[in-house]
């Protein structure tokens, strides 16, 4: 079990520069470029380390559950995510985009509760409404006000769009048995890639393309390769050994990395409520520790 909570936090911490990327090059280069040149550098170094995978990808296809399970897990975590991301990053600082991309947890105990038709105890509300509690704290400095100010609602929305497919990617992937976690995100990775080519194509049509500076590239290859490959693989390794539910636990940290990132790069210093958003964030991650545990659904 510590070694599941090891990956999943070590998925978040890579995760955590994703945030701060879509802030920074939002003024150079388009969501929908950033998206697909991360995937594709993605794809092409993950490719020598899992070239079976097309081959076990027909009997995947075959099986009709997991092969909906692969393109779903496919559109979610890589066409739609990290695009509806860096499209809010062009009017949503990186600690708010955080803020609102952990209610994915929440959203996953809802999918459980009200697609999969699990229980969920009282508690476990308790934990989520703690942490998420914490975080407003750790942006709002105790007050809601600051996160209605004008000129930020679509990128929150689109942010709470993100966090829901976060949320429906990590109830649906599940590596099909007999296939390695490399060969699973390689087939997850070209599905995400073919979901994302037509838009990619229609906006280089209609408004050119960026031009690839040293800045850009160097973004798009930390994408691609820490935040894609090592934080998924990471990410998935983890569901795996604990289930998507506490795995989700693990995404309540993700606004504080991206806080000491902030901090470290000067934008924001420490102070009370800081410190008091962190304990909550935590006492509300132990309690959805403590009581997530699956419950019988009812008959």
């Known amino acids: 079990m510590i070694r599941g909570y090891l990956y999943s936090l070590l998925a978040v911490m890579l995760w955590s520069g994703n945030f701060v990327i879509a802030n920074e ?32 990808a027909r009997h995947t296809i075959k099986d009709k559950s997991s092969g909906i399970r692969l393109l779903m897990a496919s559109l979610m975590g890589v066409s739609a995510l990290n695009t509806l991301i860096y499209m809010a990053g062009k009017s949503t600082p990186s600690v708010d985009l ?21 229980r969920v105890r009282p508690v476990t509300w308790l934990g989520v409404g703690m942490a998420m509690a914490g975080c407003v704290w750790l ?19 689109l942010m709470v769009a993100a966090s829901i497919t ?26 995400g890639l073919l979901g994302l080519l037509p838009f990619y194509l229609l906006h280089g049509a209609l408004w050119g393309w960026s031009p690839m500076t040293l800045g850009t590239g160097l973004y798009a290859l ?48 420490v102070s009370g409520a800081v410190l008091g958003s962190f304990v909550l964030i935590l006492g509300g991650a132990l309690i959805i520790h403590k009581s997530s545990k699956p419950m019988s659904a009812p008959q």
């Open 222 to 269: 930390y994408l691609g390769v820490f935040a894609s490959l090592v934080a998924f693989y990471l990410w998935n390794k983890s569901v795996r050994i604990m289930g998507a539910t506490r795995t989700g636990v693990s995404y309540y940290a993700l606004p504080c990395f991206v806080y000491l990132i902030d901090y470290a790069m000067g934008r924001r210093g």
């Open 139 to 157: 942006i709002g400095v105790g007050s809601l006000s600051s996160l209605a100010g004008p000129g930020v609602l679509e990128g929150e929305l």
């Open 98 to 118: 955080s803020l609102i991309s952990v209610t994915s947890p929440a959203f996953i105990v809802e999918i459980h509760w009200l697609v999969l038709r699990k």
């Open 25 to 56: 090059a939002s003024s150079a280069i388009s969501p929908i470029e950033l998206a697909f040149y991360r995937w594709l550098i993605a794809f092409v170094v993950l490719l020598p380390f899992a070239s079976k995978a097309f081959i076990k």
């Open 166 to 191: 976060f949320a429906i990617y990590t109830v649906v992937q599940r590596v099909p048995e007999g296939m390695a976690d490399a060969e699973y995100l390689l087939l997850m990775i070209f599905a």
